[in-house]
């Protein structure tokens, strides 16, 4: 009974409001249906639209026009970072206001003339279809349909080179990271239109050395990319800080695996394939893009772009040089590698953290090697500077020095008068370092009284990659998110460290220079059944820098990388190690291109942690380290003997 009497009050209640409402007029709303801003004085003209796929699946692509353009060539970017957005940086009326961001360019974009081109790929932002990550080849074990990202690029240029009446028809492809790796898949059964392009920093293979691992090592400082990439469409969900420092955030939680499901990650159909495949097997095998493109020669301009002090893909633009140069016939493949971090090339290169390169260097690549090669082949009429400007196979940044190289090949240490030279840098007693004048040897195993070095390595206080406490993972200076630069930051903080082995040379009366790719030789040991071994070769400056005080006995690194030691007999298959046993590692660390000058010293680290930007190794031998237990998580005594060495790319003057 009191519940039909409160029914039928609070109806009444509603007619009665009712009634009220409709003896007053409507207020006329004063939001337009559709509001069309006027561009009468923008330099520019916007179009959005959706170009069809063959699959029936549309993608969402903005073009922005010079307005008076004619015949002008195409610039693409493909994205899963929002292309609305990308060509929106600032309200403006400027064309090269609203591309003043990441990935566009705009001083390039707007001398040259260029109609810019931004497209979502499919499942991100305003495409259509299902998005997967750095998605593999249409017919491959791993992607079952007939699109991949081949096909993707092959159906957009066919559209563009029709549907753009301002155009000439050429479209050039162009990107950095995922948006660089997007150009090197356009290469396979490129679109007859395509007509160059340009990957920068791409991510090429995410085991052997780019986004996900380091030679077997986890990467679990892009666990928050994965969530805030994959698991909407639009990016709406976003990884939370726990901690002021992220060295605390990943040690409360033990694994990577741990965080990942506190996190939510096991929701994201990425995370689950990359715990499912820890080791080198047919799934990353499959997906390398410099074996994909090593199986047919390429037919189209290409110019790579790689950065010395590169904290995100420093495997990718080198991985792919070797695997497809040797099949250049025509001359059609290019390489640049400057003094930059991942992307630098898009801004200012005078320099990075307290180290200076005495010029822009970014603004140089931008206005004497990039432009004209766009020029060359996406004009119907190049200008003259363009058709004379010299544009080397490789043009590469010499760091110490600070001077530009244009070379025939890499690597190669000059034009010619040199040789490179596979060099020892022996690592002896007391922390001495030397360079041999023999040629280097491959390793044994030592009788027991042969010398070495030890030190403990504690899961529980593993290594810091750069001094605490570390900002969470991020691109904002103003927040003291430095993660960009973090390659150059001075290594004395772990020098210092009785779980850190250093071993210097004496003060250099010479220079030193070394081109291409260091290669750690170590003799080691370990207590435990399972260890991590990072190496670094270091570039000491003097006591004293009066130039630049804060210089004064700076530790830099040059090149440094880090080998999971289960991998030891093989990538595909993780084995335990003999405990106490000293065993031979060989891992290639990534290319440098370095004079060590007179007065400095060459410096080598060794550790067993590189936290949190890798995952601690237990050092008890798992199955799967994802899901490595608190109690597997034990200390080890590390050994390094003085067998071993790093062999250096040295740089000789032919007599």
């Given at each position: 009974?009191?519940?039909?009497?409160l029914?039928?009050?609070?109806?009444?209640?509603?007619?009665?409001?009712?009634?009220?409402?409709?003896?007053?007029?409507?207020?006329?709303?004063?939001?337009?249906?559709?509001?069309?801003?006027?561009?009468?004085?923008?330099?520019?003209?916007k179009?959005?639209?959706?170009?069809?796929?063959?699959?029936?699946v549309?993608?969402?692509?903005?073009?922005?026009?010079?307005?008076?353009?004619?015949?002008?060539p195409?610039?693409?970017?493909?994205?899963?970072?929002?292309a609305?957005?990308?060509?929106?940086?600032?309200?403006?009326?400027?064309?090269?206001?609203?591309?003043?961001?990441?990935?566009?360019?705009?001083?390039?974009?707007?001398?040259?003339?260029?109609?810019?081109?931004?497209?979502?790929?499919?499942?991100?932002?305003?495409?259509?279809?299902?998005?997967?990550?750095?998605?593999?080849?249409?017919?491959?074990?791993?992607?079952p349909?007939?699109?991949?990202?081949?096909?993707?690029?092959?159906?957009?240029?066919?559209?563009?080179?029709?549907?753009?009446?301002?155009?000439?028809?050429?479209?050039?492809?162009?990107?950095?990271?995922?948006?660089?790796?997007?150009?090197?898949?356009?290469?396979?059964?490129?679109?007859?239109?395509?007509?160059?392009?340009?990957?920068?920093?791409?991510?090429?293979d995410?085991?052997?050395?780019?986004?996900?691992?380091?030679?077997?090592?986890?990467?679990q400082?892009?666990?928050?990319?994965?969530?805030?990439?994959?698991?909407?469409?639009?990016?709406?969900?976003?990884?939370y800080?726990?901690?002021?420092?992220?060295?605390?955030?990943?040690?409360?939680?033990?694994?990577?695996?741990?965080?990942?499901?506190?996190?939510?990650?096991?929701q994201?159909?990425?995370?689950?394939?990359?715990?499912?495949?820890?080791?080198?097997?047919?799934?990353?095998?499959?997906?390398?893009?410099?074996?994909?493109?090593?199986?047919?020669?390429?037919?189209?301009?290409?110019?790579?772009?790689?950065?010395?002090?590169?904290?995100?893909d420093?495997?990718?633009?080198?991985?792919?040089?070797?695997?497809?140069?040797?099949?250049?016939?025509?001359?059609?493949?290019?390489?640049?590698?400057?003094?930059?971090?991942h992307?630098?090339?898009?801004?200012?290169?005078?320099?990075?953290?307290?180290?200076?390169?005495?010029?822009?260097?970014?603004?140089?690549?931008?206005?004497?090697?990039?432009?004209?090669?766009?020029?060359?082949?996406?004009?119907?009429?190049?200008?003259?500077?363009?058709?004379?400007?010299?544009?080397?196979?490789?043009?590469?940044?010499?760091?110490?020095?600070?001077?530009?190289?244009?070379?025939?090949?890499?690597?190669?240490?000059?034009?010619?008068?040199?040789?490179?030279?596979?060099?020892?840098?022996?690592?002896?007693?007391?922390?001495?370092?030397?360079?041999?004048?023999?040629?280097?040897?491959?390793?044994?195993?030592?009788?027991?009284?042969?010398?070495?070095?030890?030190?403990?390595?504690?899961?529980?206080?593993?290594?810091?990659?750069?001094?605490?406490?570390?900002?969470?993972?991020?691109?904002?200076?103003?927040?003291?998110?430095?993660?960009?630069?973090?390659?150059?930051?001075?290594?004395?903080?772990?020098?210092?460290?009785?779980?850190?082995?250093?071993?210097?040379?004496?003060?250099?009366?010479?220079?030193?220079?070394?081109?291409?790719?260091?290669?750690?030789?170590?003799?080691?040991?370990?207590?435990?059944?399972?260890?991590?071994?990072?190496?670094?070769?270091?570039?000491?400056?003097?006591?004293?820098?009066?130039?630049?005080?804060?210089?004064?006995?700076?530790?830099?690194m040059?090149?440094?990388?880090?080998?999971?030691?289960?991998?030891?007999?093989?990538?595909?298959?993780?084995r335990?190690?003999a405990?106490?046993?000293?065993?031979?590692?060989?891992?290639?660390?990534?290319?440098?291109?370095?004079?060590?000058?007179?007065?400095?010293?060459?410096?080598?680290?060794?550790?067993?942690?590189?936290?949190?930007?890798?995952?601690?190794?237990?050092?008890?031998?798992?199955?799967?380290?994802?899901?490595?237990?608190?109690?597997?998580?034990?200390?080890?005594?590390?050994?390094?003997?003085?067998?071993?060495?790093?062999?250096?790319?040295?740089?000789?003057?032919?007599?």
């Amino acid at each position: 009974m009191k519940k039909t009497a409160l029914t039928l009050a609070l109806v009444a209640g509603v007619f009665s409001f009712q009634a009220t409402a409709q003896q007053y007029p409507a207020l006329p709303s004063e939001t337009p249906e559709e509001f069309k801003a006027p561009v009468d004085g923008f330099d520019y003209i916007k179009r959005t639209v959706m170009i069809p796929m063959r699959d029936g699946v549309k993608l969402n692509t903005v073009i922005v026009l010079p307005r008076k353009a004619q015949h002008a060539p195409m610039l693409l970017t493909r994205t899963p970072y929002n292309a609305a957005e990308m060509v929106n940086h600032n309200e403006s009326s400027q064309m090269e206001s609203i591309l003043a961001g990441y990935d566009n360019m705009p001083d390039v974009i707007v001398k040259g003339g260029y109609i810019r081109v931004v497209q979502d790929v499919r499942g991100k932002y305003g495409s259509e279809g299902d998005y997967v990550m750095n998605r593999p080849m249409a017919g491959s074990p791993f992607n079952p349909t007939p699109v991949d990202h081949s096909t993707d690029a092959w159906d957009t240029i066919d559209w563009l080179s029709k549907n753009v009446p301002e155009s000439n028809g050429k479209v050039g492809i162009i990107g950095g990271s995922y948006d660089g790796f997007l150009p090197l898949i356009a290469l396979v059964n490129p679109h007859p239109a395509l007509k160059v392009a340009v990957p920068m920093n791409p991510m090429v293979d995410g085991w052997r050395g780019d986004d996900w691992f380091h030679h077997g090592a986890f990467r679990q400082i892009n666990l928050s990319y994965m969530l805030e990439q994959v698991v909407t469409r639009r990016n709406e969900a976003h990884w939370y800080a726990s901690h002021y420092d992220d060295y605390d955030t990943f040690m409360r939680a033990g694994s990577a695996g741990e965080l990942a499901r506190r996190r939510g990650l096991e929701q994201s159909g990425f995370w689950r394939k990359v715990a499912a495949h820890p080791a080198y097997d047919t799934f990353w095998q499959s997906q390398a893009v410099d074996k994909i493109l090593a199986q047919q020669p390429v037919t189209v301009p290409t110019m790579l772009v790689h950065s010395l002090w590169d904290a995100e893909d420093i495997y990718g633009a080198i991985a792919v040089y070797k695997a497809i140069k040797p099949h250049d016939k025509d001359n059609k493949v290019f390489l640049v590698l400057g003094p930059w971090n991942h992307g630098g090339q898009d801004g200012d290169g005078s320099r990075l953290g307290p180290i200076r390169f005495n010029a822009d260097t970014g603004l140089q690549f931008r206005e004497q090697i990039l432009l004209p090669f766009l020029d060359r082949y996406l004009k119907d009429a190049p200008s003259p500077e363009a058709l004379a400007a010299k544009i080397a196979p490789v043009t590469a940044f010499e760091s110490g020095t600070n001077k530009w190289r244009e070379l025939a090949d890499w690597p190669r240490g000059c034009v010619s008068g040199c040789t490179i030279t596979p060099t020892m840098l022996k690592l002896g007693a007391e922390g001495k370092a030397e360079l041999s004048a023999s040629a280097p040897v491959a390793l044994s195993r030592p009788a027991h009284r042969n010398a070495y070095d030890e030190y403990v390595s504690d899961p529980a206080k593993p290594v810091p990659y750069r001094q605490r406490p570390i900002a969470p993972y991020g691109y904002d200076e103003a927040k003291g998110q430095t993660w960009p630069r973090w390659l150059v930051d001075d290594q004395r903080e772990a020098s210092g460290r009785t779980d850190v082995l250093t071993y210097t040379t004496a003060v250099l009366t010479a220079p030193v220079k070394i081109s291409g790719e260091p290669v750690a030789h170590l003799l080691a040991s370990t207590s435990g059944t399972d260890a991590d071994w990072v190496v670094k070769v270091i570039d000491v400056y003097p006591d004293q820098v009066a130039s630049q005080p804060e210089l004064g006995g700076y530790q830099l690194m040059v090149s440094a990388d880090i080998f999971r030691g289960r991998y030891r007999e093989g990538w595909e298959q993780a084995r335990p190690l003999a405990a106490n046993t000293p065993l031979v590692y060989r891992f290639g660390l990534p290319t440098a291109n370095h004079v060590f000058l007179p007065g400095h010293r060459i410096m080598v680290q060794i550790q067993s942690s590189w936290f949190p930007l890798y995952d601690r190794n237990p050092q008890t031998f798992v199955a799967n380290i994802f899901h490595a237990q608190p109690a597997d998580y034990r200390k080890a005594t590390q050994r390094i003997y003085h067998d071993s060495y790093v062999e250096l790319p040295l740089v000789r003057a032919v007599n």
